[in-house]
């Protein structure tokens, strides 16, 4: 009978279209994931500024043994901006093993760099597509749910506030 029930309820986690397996790569409203080559995008999630402008934010993870860059990212098919908060700067470089924030939090470099996109129109909460290009692991597409600056959000908005 123990055998019989294992075998029963083990069914709905196993294999390789599993909902277990497959959950990680949904759209959700807890940020999206996705993986190009030895980089890890993580918790990717656009929270909506002032009038027209949004921050993206999520963790890049260098998961290789070489270092990637930041390149360039397209929200909505518009090309965002990357800055440190008052300019907008150059690609971001992203050590082997590192982990870096962007639009939240702090790592060893110091403040968090934003991706920012200032006159885009997307859905008040809805998907957009966003287009991420690393320096050597390529391009990553997703999917990512638009959210307000209230809750877990307050307070993340584009920085500097108006286009550099």
């Known amino acids: 009978m123990a055998t019989v029930a294992a075998l029963t309820l083990s069914g709905c986690f196993n294999g390789f279209q599993a909902t277990t397996n497959t959950q990680n790569t949904m759209s959700t409203g807890n940020g999206v994931q996705a993986q ?9 999630t656009l929270v909506r500024g002032e009038g027209s402008a949004l921050t993206l934010i999520m963790t890049i ?7 990637d860059s930041l390149a360039d990212v ?4 518009q090309r965002a901006v990357i800055t440190d908060g008052t300019a907008a700067i150059g690609p971001v470089e992203i050590a082997s093993g590192a982990a870096v924030p962007f639009g939240y939090g702090q790592d060893g470099a110091g ?26 692991a390529g391009l990553a597409e997703l999917e990512v749910l638009t959210v307000p600056p209230v809750g877990f959000y307050d307070g993340i908005s584009p ?6």
């Not at 190009?36 to 990717?44: K, L, Q, S, T």
């Not at 129109?121 to 809805?126: H, Q, R, T, Y």
């Not at 920085?159 to 550099?164: N, Y």
């Open 111 to 136: 403040a968090s760099r934003w991706v920012n996109a200032y006159t885009v129109e997307v859905p008040a909460s809805g998907f957009v597509p966003v287009q991420v290009f690393m320096t050597n």
């Open 61 to 67: 993870v260098n998961v290789g043994a070489d270092p």
């Open 74 to 77: 397209a929200i909505a098919g």
């Open 159 to 164: 920085q500097p506030p108006t286009a550099p």
């Open 36 to 44: 190009v080559g030895d980089v890890r995008i993580e918790n990717a």
